[in-house]
């Protein structure tokens, strides 16, 4: 086989491999996407479920939120409750 057949071969696996690679980023994008969308349905879903339950409604899902979340996630729902006016130690009050 001479070098440059051998090159044309190299070159055309790595410009498969390119090909490969942008397809599994459109896909990645495409099913992150999706979850994103996912995600804020299911918020505002919570979100709707929030404003309408009463104080032991409000508590529950305040307490299942701090038994399931940490970190980052943690902060940022139980900012949501704060801003939707909600949080146990608001309903104490």
Known sequence: MSTTSEQKRLDRIAQLKAK???EEARLSKI???ERDGQLIAFGVYIEEFFK???DDGKRKLEESIKKHLSGRNLE???AG???MGGGVSSLES
Do not use: E, G, I, P
């Open 31 to 33: 099913k992150r996407k």
């Open 76 to 78: 940022r729902a139980l």
């Open 52 to 54: 309408s339950a009463d």
């Open 81 to 83: 409750l704060a801003r």
């Open 20 to 22: 490969l690679q942008k």
